[in-house]
């Protein structure tokens, strides 16, 4: 059974740092991709930042140059590191594990539980 679990959420005032971790049951090499996604209040859920079992990652444009994925595959964590937080940041952070097979083609899609985000101004 897969499961992706978030930590490191909290609360911070704006300019602050927050790391959030993803810790997988399975060995990160199962997954093609990892990604960060955010859904505010009232608002959609939207891609934050992804990395790609080879290592390529890429980010939407509002986080460009803040926020940096990696990953440990010892530990089988990925990690969003978050700096100069903004208000507009706050949200409940998702984790996202894409599972492509072929032969046939299937894909499968993972979600963690999600960790709370909030940035004071």
């Known amino acids: 059974q897969v499961h992706l679990v978030e930590s490191g959420g909290g609360l911070v005032q704006a300019g602050g740092s927050l790391r959030l971790s993803c810790t997988a049951s399975v060995p990160l090499s199962s997954f093609n991709t990892v990604a960060w996604y955010r859904q505010a209040p009232g608002k959609e859920r939207e891609s934050v930042a992804i990395i790609t079992n080879g290592g390529t990652t890429n980010y939407a444009d509002f986080v460009k140059g803040r926020f940096t994925i990696s990953r440990d595959n010892a530990k089988n964590t990925v990690y969003l590191q978050m700096n100069s937080l903004k208000p507009e940041d706050t949200a409940v952070y998702y984790c996202?594990?894409?599972?492509?097979?072929?032969?046939?083609?299937?894909?499968?899609?993972?979600w963690g539980q999600g960790t709370q985000v909030t940035v004071t101004s």
């Open positions: 996202n594990g894409r599972v492509i097979l072929t032969t046939p083609l299937r894909e499968y899609t993972y």
